[in-house]
Structures are given as structure tokens and as C-alpha cells.
């Protein structure tokens, strides 16, 4: 049985892998652009700053499908570090995992694992483990997605609220006033669906993942298979949550008339 390995501080409970593997993927991002950055040259340029120079195109196409270029150049950076941490947390659980197997009760920086304190030892059947996955993609827990939703929400209600104020408070009344209700909660389901989304679709995957290496040498094909798809959709994902930020920026901070 695979249990995170939590342990519990004022009450409040801390995932440590989940923490590491975020603190992991934001290493990583800064590596690949400071190695990036690190020559920057116009006749010979390496190889990481042509990546680096065609994702800043990508996300400026991103950034223009949603509003006039000029305005959202100063989001470049925003999508750049988003599409590149949820890239990068999407995949970090594909090539390996990490599983400890405690014997006893277990304790890390002076606190105790939860999962492996006595009583979950006792409830254990004939012939059952505890097992401790510390190598996984942080974004297969739902409190990374929605922690980064809640602050794409929060950030698109302030960019609305320094920059459209008039007509993004008049919105919630349109058509009618008696609409306020129903603009409300369309609002507040903004951030619980763009979590939800990227949570199920990495979860579900590493959970297809880590069935498949339970069917053993049969399941090898379907592993090589799975994971190359599986690259697909981090970068899938990591593209969607990017361009519905965009979108809901656009929404709250422009103001076209028409």
C-alpha cells in the first residue's frame, strides 16, 4: 500500500513529498533557463536558447489569440514560468518512483509519519506493507493544482478589479441584476475546474502507469507506450492551464468597445 508521507505540525498537515518534488521542479526551471540564458548569441546560438526563444513565440501566439499583443506583453514572463513548472511537475513522476518501505514507526525532522505510526501497523493484514512514495509528479495532488488555480484566481479578480473596474464589476449584473447569483458562482467555478483538471488528468495517469508495471514483463510495451503519451499530455495540460490564464485575464482586464 503507497501512502504519502505526512507528518503533522500546529495541526496542519505537511505532504513532504509532495513539498520536495515542487521545490525539485522549480530547480529545474531555473536550470533550463539560466542554461538558456548562460550564451546568449545572435550568430551562434545553442540549442537551449532556440528552444527558449521559440517558447517565448509560442506563449506571445498564446498571449495574442487572447488580447492585443501590446497590452499582454507583460504577462510573457507569467506564462513562460507556468507553462514550464505544470510542464515539468506533469512528467517528473514518469521515468522512476521512489518507495520506501518502513518497518516500524517513523519519524523525519523530529516528527512523526503518519502513515506509519502504531496503529496503522497494527491494522495491517497477513502479508501487507506500508509503503512510502517520495518521487512522484506534484501535480497529482489536488492541493498543488487547486493552490495554483486560487492564485490565477485571485490574480485574475485583482487584474480586473486595477484595470477594468467599472465594466468588471458590471458584469456580474449582466443581462439582468438578477443574474448576480448565478455570475458569481460561474466565477468562483473558474479556479475548482481549471485544478480539477490538471489534477485528473496527471493522477489518472500515473495510477494507469503504476498498474501497468504491476502486470510485470507483460506490461513493458504498454509502459514504453504510456509514458511517451504521457508526455503528450503534461505538455497538453500545461498548454490548457496557460491559455484558460490568459483568457481569464482577458476577460477581467480588457475592455473593448464595441
Not at 19 to 28: E, P, R, Y
Not at 34 to 55: C, G, H, I, K, Y
Not at 193 to 199: D, N
Not at 239 to 244: E, K, V
Request: glycine share 8%; proline share 4%.
Amino acid at each position: 500500500m503507497h501512502f504519502a508521507p505526512i507528518i503533522q505540525i500546529w495541526g496542519i498537515n505537511f505532504d513532504l513529498s509532495t513539498i520536495g518534488m515542487l521545490l525539485i521542479s522549480g530547480l529545474i526551471v531555473f536550470i533550463l533557463a539560466r542554461l538558456a540564458v548562460r550564451n546568449l548569441s545572435v550568430d551562434n546560438p545553442t540549442r537551449m536558447q532556440n528552444f527558449m526563444e521559440w517558447l517565448v513565440e509560442f506563449v506571445q501566439g498564446i498571449i495574442g489569440s487572447t488580447m492585443d499583443l501590446k497590452k499582454g506583453l507583460g504577462y510573457i514572463s507569467l506564462c513562460m514560468t507556468l507553462m514550464l513548472f505544470i510542464f515539468v511537475s506533469n512528467i517528473l513522476g514518469l521515468p522512476f518512483a521512489i518507495i520506501t518501505e518502513p518497518h516500524g514507526p517513523t519519524s523525519i525532522f523530529g516528527f512523526e509519519i503518519l502513515a506509519t505510526n502504531q496503529a496503522a501497523f497494527d491494522a495491517l493484514g497477513e502479508g501487507e506493507h506500508i509503503q512510502l512514495l517520495w518521487w512522484k509528479s506534484p501535480t497529482a495532488d489536488i492541493a498543488v493544482t487547486m493552490g495554483l488555480a486560487t492564485v490565477i484566481f485571485i490574480l485574475v479578480n485583482y487584474l480586473g478589479l486595477k484595470h477594468n473596474r467599472k465594466h468588471y464589476l458590471k458584469h456580474y449584473i449582466e443581462p439582468f441584476p438578477v443574474f448576480l447569483p448565478l455570475n458569481i458562482v460561474e466565477n468562483l467555478a473558474k479556479p475548482v475546474a481549471l485544478g480539477i483538471r490538471l489534477f485528473a488528468n496527471i493522477f489518472a495517469g500515473e495510477v494507469i502507469l503504476s498498474t501497468l508495471i504491476k502486470a510485470s514483463f507483460f506490461g513493458l510495451p504498454f509502459i514504453a507506450a504510456w509514458q511517451g503519451f504521457s508526455l503528450f499530455v503534461g505538455a497538453l495540460q500545461a498548454f490548457i492551464f496557460t491559455m484558460l490564464t490568459m483568457v481569464y485575464i482577458a476577460q477581467a482586464s480588457i475592455h473593448e468597445e464595441h
